[in-house]
Every structure is written in structure tokens, then in C-alpha cells.
């Protein structure tokens, strides 16, 4: 066991070579404190401690870490000692396990906000959206476009009367219409029949198409 307060004047001389060979075999050590004991360490000597693995300082009668001191970086993390999984929350979901050996990618999945999937929509339905404040649809439903809105008028019903006024003009067979004319719609067209045979019909778009001259004319 070395000690640095050593050698003293009172000292034998043949005690003199050992004391000094003591304290420089601690020196060459590092003073590590799992190799060393030495005694009477001047302040702000310097030793290394391989039980936590870094440089220390003696400042007063405690020994402290030399890059906590001197604000010591790294100059490179090569590994974690505890891999870490960096996770992302909220509306987006996904982990990985990082450890600083490598870069590090996460795959993102957006979270589903409704149940509600599928294609909305048609030549005469239109889809109706549900919005929340992300500007994420949570739901999405059709409506059938009105097509007597579309015509700009509502279909008559199946009187004699009511089918000229809505034609225009009297038909020639029109004592029949009562008995033999017809009308019928879906949400694509209104179909003007007479004894079961389509005559003409006017479309979502208000577009009238003669299917046959029966007894009115040309549409």
C-alpha cells in the first residue's frame, strides 16, 4: 500500500527506495481503486475506476467522474446498454426496437376510424360523407338523386287527363288513355307505357326518347 505523504525526513534512508517504488507501481496502475489502495491522494489527482469504467477526479475527500466535472461527450454511443422500443401513438400505430447499432425505420398504420368500407356512389346515387375534424371520413352512406327534381316537374298520375297535360297535347287514340296508358319510374327514367309497350321515356336528365309512334306521334 503506497502512501503519497511519503517519503518524510524522519524516514530511514533504506526506506526511502521502497516508499517511492510503492506510490509509482500505484501511479502505473492508474490508482485504480480494484488494484490500489493508496493513501493521502492529493486533491485533484486522477485515477481509473474499471469497476464503473470511466476516469474519476478527486475533489476533496470524494472521488467524481471526470465527464461529469468537465461536461466530458462521448465521442460516439456505439450500442445502447438497454435496447429501447420507440413506439408511435395516437392516430398512426407502430414499433421498433432501436439499440444504436443501425438505423432504424418504424412502419407506420393508420388506425381505422370506421367500419364502414366500400365504393358509394352511382350514375344516379350519390355519396354522403362524414367528416370529423382530422378531415377523416368515419362514415360514408348513398342517397338517390330525386329524379322528379332532376325533370324539374312531379309525374302524373294515370288519368286521361293528366297524361295530356304532361305530354303537351292530345293523342290520337286518347279516348284509350284511361284503360291503356301507363306510367312507371325508377331512379333512372320515367317509362310512358300504352297496353304494356313502352311509347317513350324521359330520363334523370330530363332527355325524352320515343321508343315507338303508337297513336301519339313523334317525342
Do not use: C, H
Amino acid at each position: 500500500m503506497s502512501d503519497f505523504s511519503k517519503p518524510q525526513t524522519s524516514d530511514l534512508f533504506s526506506q526511502v527506495p521502497g516508499e517511492i517504488n510503492s506510490i509509482a507501481s500505484d501511479l502505473a496502475l492508474g490508482l485504480d481503486p480494484a488494484l490500489t489502495s493508496p493513501k493521502n491522494i492529493p486533491t485533484n489527482a486522477i485515477r481509473w475506476n474499471s469497476a464503473n469504467g470511466f476516469w474519476e477526479k478527486l475533489t476533496g475527500s470524494a472521488w467524481g467522474a471526470l465527464t461529469a466535472i468537465y461536461n466530458i461527450v462521448a465521442a460516439q454511443a456505439v450500442k445502447l446498454q438497454t435496447p429501447r422500443n420507440i413506439t408511435l401513438t395516437g392516430d398512426l400505430s407502430g414499433t421498433v426496437i432501436f439499440d444504436g447499432t443501425a438505423d432504424a425505420s418504424i412502419k407506420a398504420t393508420l388506425l381505422n376510424v370506421t367500419s364502414t368500407v366500400g365504393t358509394f356512389g352511382s350514375s344516379f346515387a350519390v355519396p354522403v360523407l362524414s367528416v370529423n375534424a382530422k378531415g377523416q371520413v368515419v362514415g360514408a352512406t348513398t342517397a338517390i338523386i330525386n329524379v322528379v327534381n332532376l325533370l324539374g316537374y312531379t309525374p302524373v298520375a294515370n288519368t286521361p287527363q293528366a297524361i295530356i297535360n304532361a305530354l303537351g297535347y292530345t293523342p290520337a287514340n286518347a279516348a284509350n288513355l284511361g284503360q291503356n296508358w301507363t306510367i312507371t319510374g325508377d331512379t333512372s327514367k320515367i317509362y310512358f307505357k300504352f297496353n304494356g309497350n313502352t311509347v317513350f321515356s324521359i330520363n334523370s336528365s330530363g332527355v325524352a326518347n320515343a321508343l315507338s309512334d303508337i297513336g301519339i306521334g313523334s317525342v
